[in-house]
């Protein structure tokens, strides 16, 4: 097998092997799930049976329908946080590499004085106010994590845009969307994937710790912080409940690192070999 | 085998992991005191061959065969441990950049002395005293405190010399020097050039000297060998190879660079109405003025070159016109409009006019974008065509060039640097400009392939009439296609004229100082200009 013209190695199979299995969960949830995710089918912490392949959570909705329709919530989330976190970080971080000056000054001290507070807290205060919905979760997650999109983002657009193919098209006269669009953006492209994977991991770690806490997504529907929340007290009568999405949360975030790691070894030595004979 | 042979290459082959071969059986011998001069064009594999030298392959390459004997040792069959004894120590490199290969967080002398100590050659304080003897060699100043400076507080020309102290500093039998004096300005190469030839005749060192331009070696090297494609062409001494190549391709070579010795003007243009007109400018970064007092005038259809040292302003002068420098006084004219000074204030028919085609092809075109969209989009962004329209009008702007059509589909990464340049100049033509501003379009060119791309600006601006600002620090290429030509000292116009004039006596005594460093591919050429100097 081969992607992006090169084969990957083992530990980026298994990677890929997760995160191929989580976004197939994800997509098709409701047609896999054996119950509706909010049914009651059997007693508080049901051990597994036949009907039940990982038993019932705290109040007896099946754990495996549970952790299928919880992929799709967190999963999704995250994903779609990442994706607007990343459009408005590269806009922003083209904008101030290309344009420069002023605006650059501006958007990157806005840019230190919201990194400058912890990020859980900035959450909790914006979720508080606004009140936790998906949208509002979505959104508050995405303008944070893209402070850091920005950063890179303004980093590559800088050595990007000083180059004479570059200025070439501000001499011909093109507008900063075009510059950043066409000029810059394709050029850009391999690190940004490869940063789009791991800030990934971290807002879908993000919003699992915000679910533990109580002001992530909330009930009826299921996802994955949010359950380990939920079945914690299990772990006082050494039951497995709550280990189930804690598991979940760990495979999917250690699967997107390894293929990351991957990815960003093909971009750093495209030649493929050490220097030495 | 004789003694004295210090370095012996043989059967050397070198290939890429994918299985391209860079070096093909190339057999180098050096002994005790001789120059060998690797000549070729880029791509030939004389890099690859002096790294080869310290059986040291690129990131990506590998030596797949040969063998690599210093001093009886072969290198090849030593261990990692036993190479890296060797390297420094019996054999050392200078490379073409000394800006790009000194650590600038340490000082001169820690760099300098690194090896030897490491090496275990000479304590710390016997090579200290020894690189402030090569110092002194080099004629650098301040030879006692020269080494606790930082790179970036000296000089290109004395850093470069730096580099000879460090790569001096184990006392080498052989040293590899990779276009040593290539990024230097004319007025300087010289002087590195005779340094570095005294240094290894004083110290008896062998070397070998990679470079592609037969004048430069023709003063240093015993021998030559000429390369092409990883491939022997021709070896010989150096005298023979100069004035009598025995192969077609060094022939070429050598008549290039004579061919450039000579003043042919082309026709100079019968119509004298005046497409720019730079009147009174003043411009600079900051409050630092780059540029001064700045007046001159290029009509249609002629070629105006603009001749200077690096630092000279000739760079800032193109800026300047196209807006990205905005002046502080003085006026731009084009065909008597005056144009505003910044760049975003000025209408895009006005931008469409004047079009710019720059140094380094390889960063000059986006590698993302087909040819199609390079060069189309200037036809779509000015002229608004539809798109059949646009298509038709790239090939015919390849072709103008002298690229074939099918190359629309093409990516500049597949590309050479002569077809970038050519794809750079179809990308000026498509905007249908009055004036193009050639920044050093030749100079990070072969000699052959510039040649090929200076002829297709000459026969271009035949066609078409167009205009050249076109600055350069080669007088070989000015001399050869420009009409007019001004000279630029510290940011001022110095002398300014039709070429012939200028480079005919009187001289400015700047302009006479440039023309007399321009090396001449005579062997006895360096020692002429060092006694015309030591007599003035």
């Known amino acids: 097998m081969t992607l992006f013209g090169h084969r990957p190695p083992l530990f980026a199979q298994i990677g890929l092997a997760i995160v191929v299995i989580n976004l197939l969960v994800a997509i098709f949830g409701p047609w896999l799930a054996p119950y509706d995710q909010s049914q009651s ?65 501006a958007l990157s001290r806005v840019v230190d004085i919201m990194l400058s507070i912890p990020q859980l807290i900035f959450a909790l205060i914006i979720l508080g106010v606004f009140g936790s919905s ?21 980093a590559l657009g800088m050595n990007l845009t000083v180059l004479e193919f570059v200025e070439a098209a501000r001499l011909r006269g093109e507008g900063l969307w075009w510059v950043i669009r066409r000029e810059i953006l394709p050029n850009a492209a391999a690190p940004l994937i490869s940063e789009f994977g791991l800030r990934f991991c971290f807002n879908f770690l993000f919003v699992a710790a915000l679910s533990f806490l109580g002001i992530g997504v909330q009930p009826p529907y299921a996802d994955w912080g949010g359950m380990v929340r939920d079945n914690a007290p299990a772990i006082n009568f050494g039951l497995y409940a709550p280990l189930y999405p804690a598991l979940a949360i760990a495979a999917l975030t250690v699967g997107v690192n390894l293929v990351v790691d991957w990815l960003l070894s093909i971009d750093a030595r495209p030649s493929g070999a050490q220097a030495e004979m | 085998m004789s003694d004295d042979l210090v370095l012996h290459l ?26 060998l001069g690797l000549i070729g064009e880029s791509g030939a594999g004389k890099s690859t061959i002096g790294l080869a030298s310290m059986a040291y392959a690129r990131a990506g390459c590998r030596i797949t065969g040969g063998n690599i004997i210093i001093n009886g040792t072969e290198l090849r069959a030593s261990t990692a441990a036993q190479r890296r004894n060797f390297r420094g120590k019996s054999i050392a490199y200078i490379a073409q950049s000394a800006a790009a290969s000194f650590n600038p967080a340490m000082t001169l002398m820690e760099q300098v002395c690194e090896a030897p100590v490491t090496h275990g050659v000479m304590p710390r304080a016997e090579a200290q005293a020894y690189a402030v003897r090569l110092f002194r060699t080099l004629q650098l100043p301040n030879p006692e405190t020269f080494g606790d400076r930082y790179p970036h507080q000296v000089s290109g020309g004395q850093l470069q010399r730096a580099m000879a102290a460090m790569a001096m500093s184990c006392r080498p039998d052989v040293i590899v020097l990779d276009e040593p004096t290539t990024a230097l300005d004319v007025t300087t190469q010289i002087e590195v050039l005779a340094l570095l030839r005294d ?21 240093i090297a015993h021998r030559i060998m000429v390369l092409r494609h990883g491939k022997m062409v021709e070896v010989g001494a150096a005298k023979q190879v100069l004035e009598e190549p025995a192969t077609p391709y060094a022939t070429a070579l050598v008549n290039e660079r004579r061919e450039s010795e000579h003043i042919a003007l082309p026709e100079p243009p019968k119509n004298v109405h005046p497409v720019l007109v730079i009147k009174d400018v003043d411009a600079g970064y900051g409050d630092v003025p780059v540029v001064k007092g700045i007046n001159l005038s290029i009509a249609r259809g002629e070629t105006f070159a603009i001749v ?19 002046r502080w006084t003085g006026d731009v004219r084009l065909d008597g409009e005056s144009l505003s000074p910044a760049l975003p204030q000025r209408p895009r028919d006005r931008l469409r006019r004047v079009q710019m085609v720059h140094q380094m092809p390889d960063v000059a075109l986006n590698p993302r974008q087909t040819l199609a969209e390079i060069i189309g989009r200037p036809v779509g962004f000015y002229f608004n065509r539809p798109r059949s329209a646009i298509k038709q009008r790239v090939v015919e702007l390849l072709q103008l ?23 750079c100049i179809a990308r000026a033509l498509a905007a249908e400009p009055d004036l193009i501003i050639c920044d050093e379009p030749t100079s990070a060119l072969d000699p052959l392939v510039a040649e090929e791309v200076l002829k297709i600006l000459r026969r271009l601006q035949d066609e078409l009439g167009v205009a ?18 001004a000279v630029m000292l510290k940011g001022e116009i110095i002398a300014q004229g039709p070429t012939a004039d200028i480079f005919s006596p009187p001289f400015h005594p700047y302009t006479e100082r440039l023309i007399a460093s321009v090396p001449e591919m005579d062997t006895q050429w360096l020692d002429g200009v060092l006694e015309r100097r030591t007599l003035q």
């Open chain 2, 10 to 35: 043989e059967q050397l082959k070198v290939e890429t992991i994918k299985g391209a071969v860079l070096v093909d059986n190339v057999d180098v011998t050096l002994r005790r005191g001789e120059i």
């Open chain 2, 308 to 326: 200077g040292e690096s630092g000279s302003g000739k760079s800032s002068m193109a800026r300047v016109v196209v807006g990205l420098l905005p």
């Open chain 2, 468 to 485: 050249y600002m076109f600055i350069t620090h080669d007088l070989g290429t000015v001399r050869r296609i420009a009409h007019r030509t």
């Open chain 2, 401 to 423: 060039v002298g690229l074939p059509p099918d190359f629309v589909s093409r990516r500049p990464g597949q590309l050479s640097g002569g077809q970038k340049q050519r794809v």
């Open chain 2, 199 to 219: 240094l290894i005749r004083e110290f008896g060192t062998a070397g070998l000297y990679i470079t592609h331009d037969l004048a430069v070696v023709a003063q």
């Open chain 1, 41 to 105: 089918v059997g007693d508080t912490w049901a051990p597994s049976s036949a009907h039940m392949l990982l038993g019932a959570d705290q109040i007896g909705r099946d754990m495996l329908t549970r952790l299928i329709y919880g992929a799709r919530m967190t999963i999704g989330i995250a994903a779609a946080t990442t994706a607007l976190s990343f459009l408005i970080g590269i806009t922003l971080g083209f904008t101030a590499a290309v344009v420069g000056k002023w605006v650059d000054v």
């Open chain 1, 134 to 154: 998906i949208p509002v979760l979505i959104i508050t997650i995405a303008v944070l994590d893209s402070t850091r999109v920005f950063r890179l983002a303004r």
